[in-house]
């Protein structure tokens, strides 16, 4: 679109420069006058030139640092994105950490109390066997033999 613009100005500029030129050629003054406004013609189309282009640069100019604060608080907040997105990941990650631990830590303690149950047992079996090998043979597990 700012192509179309352009291209319609400088069309514009062209076609009243030589809009301005053939109808000093066809008028009816001297050859020194011609030459004359001709010269001012052409000085007159310079500046206004000159002018466009002023405001063209001063456009682009203006429309490059929008494109740059742009680019500039877009990469902000991407930044703050990304952090926000570090941050949840690392307090998952301890979250995990700290239930894997937990549980794991209750796996030891009940396998700890589980070992002791089975020693206590196992304790108490080999102690009334032994009482059974003492008193004289009898039946530990209480059947009579036939």
């Given at each position: 679109m700012a192509d179309n613009k352009s291209d319609f100005l400088i069309g514009l500029l062209v076609g009243g420069a030589?809009?301005?030129?053939?109808?000093l050629l066809y008028a009816p003054q001297s050859g020194e006058e011609t030459r004359d406004t001709l010269?001012?013609?052409?000085?007159?189309?310079?500046?206004?030139?000159?002018?466009?282009y002023d405001k063209v640069k001063e456009q682009t100019a203006s429309l490059a640092a929008q494109v740059k604060d742009s680019s500039t608080s877009l990469a902000a907040t991407v930044k703050e994105s990304a952090e926000k997105v570090a941050t949840r990941v690392g307090e998952t990650v301890d979250k995990v950490k700290s239930d894997v631990e937990e549980g794991l830590a209750n796996v030891r303690t009940t396998s700890s109390v589980e070992a002791s149950h089975l020693a206590k047992?196992?304790?108490t079996e080999v102690d009334r066997l032994s009482q059974a090998v003492n008193n004289g043979g009898a039946n530990p597990v209480g059947e009579t033999t036939a």
């Open positions: 030589l809009g301005a030129a053939i109808a010269k001012k013609k052409s000085d007159e189309i310079k500046d206004k030139a000159s002018d466009t047992n196992a304790r």
